[in-house]
Structures are given as structure tokens and as C-alpha cells.
């Protein structure tokens, strides 16, 4: 049993091929106008679960993540409770699930999620431990606590353990605070994790400052904000030589501090999210609190310097944020609704629409941006396409492949794109719980038709499930 599919361009070497995937059903599609890639990755997602399932749970967000071309993400750790590596407690906010389920961290439930609730997720997925206790901000967190979970030790784990191992450190949605930040970095170091850093605080406002803010009467947050964490971040980079990734960097300051420590060859990288590069701070005029997030959305100079980044290299690749809320949450105004929106079933048309169809950046680049880089990034390598093919980089050695006869078919990750579909934006049809985005009706270019992990189809837009399809988004 096998889906065939016909005529479909290898991203990296423009060859068309065959490629026939292991399903039990088959049949042939016709995949002229189709781009095989290696599956997105995104290393910024929030999950809220445990803790606030009723926004999104680990079935709802895999489910959007396939959905959206992704075969790999990183969960941050701002579940209920943190995901800091300590015993929760009876009676602690999110804890009982966690107990009933025979386990005693965020960290443990979440590896062996798919035996407590008997399900199968679509998408691999990594865990991102919290800089400080409870991400509370006072006291960082202990790696005896943690670290054991980070790969390695793989004979004395279990394969859920090895499976979804802790990558990174972060305390995203507040930057680490300044009187724990070199033990953080210490941390950081002594344990080979890199930081993950929310290069944003501020103690008051809700929008960005600027006309926008005035003219709402909202309180707003300047742009120095973000390079504050940015430059304080970079100087301790250069005294440890510990690798920081910053977090939806969107302003042109922040940018250049960035683009500076890089050509000192400081261990920097960074990410952006579609909102930045698609809309500025006068989209809060049209779309509400639904394009209220943090960091704010900036001015229009920010955003096309927050393109002009993605153009010469500064930004390494484009992470979702995705962070799922309730519509009443949202509807709270500007002071007291939640920060962020959505985005992993959108994310690549977003981008494709502004980036690509805007004649910034070439098809490839994009997939770089949100498949080769973050995978980097995650210590993972994401599939090598032409190596699978036996091409090179100016002819096609073989015509066809049978994913069922590669020789390590458990590490073939992909996703066939129609680069050229025009679509809107329908939110009511997404897999994830939540619809808090300003895209909502948006026209875009570019859809994800197919996310194939280990060689096995778990996501298609190729017509057979439609109608599950439709069910499942209502």
C-alpha cells in the first residue's frame, strides 16, 4: 500500500522526482504544482498543558502543528505548574492530572503524555525548562532538578524519555531578571543547554509607544525596552561565550545590536515571529486586543526593519509564538487581556505572502527559515532531501524513492507544499482550540498539502480526510 506521488520539485535542487510514501491507502496524486521539503520546526510554542487546557492541549496544538507543515517543536515552560523540574504538590493550581497520573513533574508528563492518554501526536516535540523557579524570577532553578532529562543516559530512560528530551532553558514571557542572571548563565553552560531568551521587560503599558498609544490612551512601551535585555544579554555573551537565542526580536535598534555581536562572532542567534514581519502597531486600530502581544507590534519602520533583517541574515529563523487564548479572554481590553496570538496553521502563507510574494526572499530561503535553521538550532539535522534523492546540486541521480527502503526511514521528516496556492485565512476551520488572530480572513499564498514524520503521512490536504477534516476544525 502506498501514496504515490508524481512530478514533485525537490526544494534544493529544483529536480522533479517520485516519491512514494508508506499509508494504507493507495492511490496516485497528480503533484505537478508541489515542493517537497523538510518539515517545518518551530521553537516556540505554548501548549497550556497541563494547566489551561480549555485554551489548547497537547492533542490540539500537535494537530495544529501538523496542520501547518511542522514535524518538530519546542514547548515552553510556562505550563501550570512551570515546567522548572520540581515535584509538584497536591493541591497546587495543574498539579492533580499530573498526580493522577501517577507521575510528579511537569517535565515527566509531558514525556509520557501519549501513554497516560492513550493518543498518538502528530508531531515530534522537545521541552524547554524554566530559568528560574516557578518562573517566578527569584530563584534559578537547580539543573539536579532537570538535567537528567537532557539527552544522554538513553540506557537508563524509557523511549518517551529519550523521545522528548529538555533542550533549552527559558522563562519566556519575562526576561530573566538581572540579580540571577549569571547563575542562569551558569546553568546555562555547566549543562550545554542554550538560553532562550524573552529580550522584552517592562513594568507598565500594554501597546507600543508611539501615536497608536496615544490614540487609544493606552499606556505604551518604548523600544528601548526590548534592546535593554538585548545589550545586557549580548555583554555577558561575550565575558561566558554562552549561546543566547533571542526570542521575537522586532525592533531595528535591537537588530543592529544584534547584527554587531554577530560580527564578533558571539555565540547569538535569534528569531522572529510572522506578526512582525506582516503588521505594525496601527493593525491594533483595525484587529483589537487580537493583535495585542509581547513585544508589542511595533511602528512601520521597525517592521520593514524586522524584514530587512530576514534579508541580509541577522534573523536566523521565523518561530510561531504560538500562544493560544480564549476569545473572552481577549476581549478584555487593552490593560487586561492576555498577550499573543496563534499561528502555526498559518504561519507559512503569512509568511510566504509578505516575504516571498514581496520579493524579499526566494522560496528556499523561507524553508530555511522555518525548517533547516530551527532544527539547527534544537541540536536536531533535518532531512537532507538531495542526500535521500542521491542528487547533487545539478542533476537528479535517481528519479524516484520509496521512503519504505531508506535506510533510516524514522528520520525522514517532510512537508509537501503547494508554494503557489492562493487562499484565505478561515480560523473557524483551524485544528487548534483557540482563534485569537488578527489573520483571520486574510489573503495568503502558500499552504503545507502533507506533514510525513518517519516516512508515515500524519497530516494531507490531498483529499482524503475532507470531511474529517472539517468536523474536527468546527
Known sequence: MAITFTDITVWDTGEHIDLTVPDPRDVTIDASALTVAPGFE????????????????????????????????????????????????????GAQEILDAGYHTVIDYLQHYEQIH?????????????????????EPTDPKDWAWYMPGHDSEKDPAQIAHPVTAMSDDGSAVPEPVLRQVFDNVKSTGLYLIEHCEHHD???????????????????EDTELAIVQRDIDLVRETGVHVHFQHVSTAISFD??????????PITCETAPHYLALNDEALLEYGTLAKMNPPLRGERDRLA??????DGTVDMIATDHAPHTLEEKARGFLEAPNGIIGLECAYAVCHKVLVDGGHISDQRLIELMSLNPAQLMGRHSTDIAALLNTS??????????????????????????????????????????????????????????????????????????????????
Open 204 to 222: 507598565v503599558g500594554a501597546v507600543n509607544e508611539g501615536p497608536v498609544s496615544h490614540a487609544l490612551n493606552v499606556p505604551g512601551i518604548p
Open 257 to 266: 545590536a544584534i547584527r554587531n555581536a554577530k560580527a564578533e562572532g558571539l
Open 42 to 93: 518551530d521553537p516556540h510554542v505554548h501548549f497550556r498543558d497541563p494547566g489551561q487546557t480549555y485554551k489548547e492541549s497537547m492533542v490540539s496544538g500537535c494537530m495544529a502543528a501538523a496542520s501547518g507543515g511542522y514535524t518538530n517543536v519546542l514547548i515552553m515552560p510556562n505550563t501550570v505548574p512551570a515546567m522548572d523540574g520540581l515535584q509538584v504538590h497536591e493541591g497546587e493550581p
Open 393 to 474: 546540486s545539478k542533476c537528479a541521480v535517481k528519479r524516484s524513492l520509496n521512503l519504505a527502503e531508506v535506510e533510516h526511514p524514522e528520520l525522514v521528516d517532510l512537508n509537501i507544499l503547494n508554494t503557489t496556492e492562493q487562499w484565505s485565512i478561515d480560523a473557524g476551520r483551524f485544528l487548534s482550540k483557540a482563534r485569537n488572530t488578527p489573520f483571520n480572513g486574510w489573503d495568503v499564498s502558500g499552504k503545507p498539502y502533507a506533514t510525513i514524520i518517519a516516512s508515515a503521512l500524519v497530516f494531507d490536504r490531498l483529499g482524503f480526510d475532507e470531511a474529517t477534516e472539517t468536523e474536527t476544525g468546527e
Open 118 to 138: 492513550h493518543v498518538t501526536l502528530p508531531v515530534r516535540y522537545e521541552l524547554c525548562v524554566c530559568a528560574t523557579k516557578g518562573r517566578a524570577g527569584l
Open 306 to 311: 524586522t524584514i530587512k533583517a530576514i534579508e
